[in-house]
């Protein structure tokens, strides 16, 4: 996933980066564009694989598992405020300037969105 996440280049439509993400699994592709939707209608949106993939290789493998284990205890919460701060860190290196307003405006539904992703590359 990792790789895949590597690949996709900034500014790509979410469209596209559902199904490069998710290429065999409809429902995930289907999730992806629904979490990315409630980032914003497209401006920002189309940077959260680029976001993700900031923050996953921030983490690494452990802290995505970490984050995993969190949720998986019930902990969202303390995942969701973990991720915000990498997310807030990558805004600034994975979004172009002229972008970056409107990210920060957008980081709470973005940590959601990158969340969301980790926990699929977690599971993988």
Known sequence: MMKRLAAIPAGTTVQTTARQLFPHSASDASGYRTMAARVDS??????????????????GETGVKRLAKLVGHGQRPAAVQAVSADVGACIDTAVPPMQRLQAKAAQGPLSDAV??????????
């Not at 189309?46 to 993700?52: E, H, L, S």
Request: charged share 15%; glycine share 10%; with cysteine.
């Open 42 to 59: 497209g401006s920002v949106s189309k940077f959260t694989a680029a976001i993700a993939t900031c923050a996953a290789g921030g983490a």
């Open 115 to 124: 969340l969301w992703v980790e926990l699929k590359m977690a599971a993988r």
